[in-house]
């Protein structure tokens, strides 16, 4: 237990976490580069060179093998998705790419992609690449958007082939994403409660299932089938879009963590390290919407309000940052304490410069968890149609949490 403790110590310095609580905090962040995890070293007894080597291969269990197994609903309804959908998957393979580059030494990443449509001249379930180290996937172009949905078939008859290539592996797991605009309404093979219990089974095993839905019930279907990380967006390409960009961010998290537990090792058993697989599967969707009411920030927490060029924390969301979280009267932008301004009174081309500013800096510090209000739907007078386009930028930040209003108007709704 105490590994895996000093394990969560190490990673959270990478990723904070997903809520706010009751900590108090100092009036300060100091910012510093994220320290790199080191190798654990296994000292073995003098004279007990078997001892040694046996510590020595749980120290060291070689690198994860990570399937990515992307399930896309090619029915006639994502006609006009088309071109978005083909974006989408094409970013999520140069994450994959990326992230085999970043994390060599730790991680063997291979893609599974299959489509799914009934009611045409090809199988109803199409594996369009089979289990393929990365490095050899070449853009995917092939999308005919045509006839019915068989979800049910698409998700049970390809995680069923996976699973049986890849059982015996111990150091093998899945991320599984499934993207859908409609209700299941052609399956032959497969129901909700023969694939709930698969669902159940792998996700014991470690599996990571994620689903963006559409256009139907998502909350419902996503129940039914014990699917937790869900987002449901607009049935159009900005929501479409915002989509694959929240999970390409949510899938390099993931990633992040795995290299963490590989790179660190010295993990004294295999069910240590299925347990924390199984975790990161569980929160592989972070929690990006920024509470209502935020009275208490954790260590690593950021609060983002409206400001003014000048600084003058004087009303609302800017007196509240001062009275709190260690904002500065005189200091209209930027750091301060444990909170950020960003001018919103001198128009909405400098909010969108300030804006860029903020995303820049987020994104380079991938250890601060940044809590953005309502910026500029206050004393500036502006709605939030008006504010979230200028955070687009954002939704590929998992460091990044948004007003669920915000998130609205960007087409994606958090469940």
Known sequence: MKRMNDFFSLFKRVKGSNKSTTVHVSSQIRIEPAKECTESKVQGGVGNENETVAKNETANPGKAQIHNLIIVDESGSMSHLREATMSGVNETINTIRSAQTEFAATQEHLLT??????????????????????????????????????????????????????????????????????????????????????????????????????????????????????????????GAKNTWDRESASRREYYMKMNAVYEKGGFASDEERRNLKCQFAKEYYGNRVTPTNIEQLESNEVFVFGSNANGFHNGGAAAYAMQ????????????????????????????AEAVDRFTLFARLHPELRFLVTNIGCGIAGYSPRDIAPLFSGCVSLENVALPHEFWEVLGLKML
Request: with cysteine; aromatic share 8%.
């Open 324 to 351: 709190r979280f260690g904002a500065q009267m005189g200091q209209g932008e930027g750091l301060q304490g444990h909170s950020y301004a960003i001018p919103t009174t001198n128009g909405m081309l400098l909010i």
């Open 113 to 238: 992609l299959v489509t799914f449509d009934s009611s045409s001249h090809r199988p109803d379930v199409r594996t369009i690449i089979d289990t393929m180290p990365i490095q050899d996937v070449a853009e995917f172009s092939d999308y005919r958007p045509n006839g019915c949905t068989p979800l049910y078939d698409a998700l049970g008859l390809s995680v069923t082939a996976l699973h049986n290539k890849i059982k015996d592996n111990k150091e093998a797991t899945a991320v599984v994403t499934v993207l859908t605009d409609g209700l299941e309404n052609s399956s032959v093979e497969w129901n909700a409660v023969t694939l709930r219990a698969l669902i159940e089974k792998l996700k014991n095993e470690g599996w990571s299932f994620s689903y963006m839905g559409s256009a139907h019930n998502v909350k419902e279907v996503t129940d039914l089938l014990s699917i937790e990380n869900v987002v449901e967006f607009s049935h159009d390409k900005c």
